[in-house]
């Protein structure tokens, strides 16, 4: 599956990436001197091993940001909009009615990549969990989404371009 994500946020990861390797190349480093150490004292043996356990799971969250890193998309910002749909780049408009307590509210947001998040100015990512249910969707189409309060109904009123 795709991230799509801005340049920033790629160059962001990019370098994130690097520091953590530099990280596990210091823990490789600390491992040997505690192995080449005198191993017969409980002291060593212990910082061996913590170090050893240490290097697997940085291992492991290398691989794991490098698989993110290949399954990254840069979305460039003037892409242009289809608003027959929802996607990114484009500003929803959307009525939200809480199941449990019966409350209608009408909001509008615009959806972007990761990485371009604002929350002052209505801009959420993509795969929010309130919005990544509306991609796809189309002007009228009503979605039932699962919160931790409840279920809120939304129906999607407007899709209009963004305006960059």
Not at 33 to 39: N, R, S
Not at 43 to 71: G, P, S
Not at 130 to 152: A, C
Request: proline content about 4%; aromatic content about 8%.
């Amino acid at each position: 599956m795709k991230i799509f994500v801005t340049k920033e946020y790629f160059d962001k990861s990019q370098q994130k990436i690097q520091e953590i390797q530099e990280r596990l190349a210091k823990i490789r480093s600390d491992k040997t001197a505690a192995y080449t150490e005198d191993t017969n004292t409980w002291h060593d043996n212990f910082a061996y091993e913590h170090l050893t356990r240490e290097e697997k799971q940085t291992e492991k969250l290398v691989a794991d940001l490098v698989a993110d890193l290949d399954n990254m998309l840069i979305v460039p910002t003037d892409k242009p909009v289809t608003t027959e749909t929802v996607g990114l780049y484009c500003w929803v408009c959307v009525t939200q009615e809480n199941e449990k307590t019966g409350i209608q509210t009408e909001c509008r947001f615009g959806i972007v990549p990761l990485g371009a998040e604002d929350v002052s100015k209505k801009l959420y990512a993509y795969n929010m969990p309130l919005v990544k249910p509306l991609l796809g969707l189309s002007i009228g189409d009503e979605i039932t989404v699962r919160v931790p309060s409840g279920e809120i109904i939304t129906t999607i009123l407007s899709i209009t371009p963004f305006d960059m």
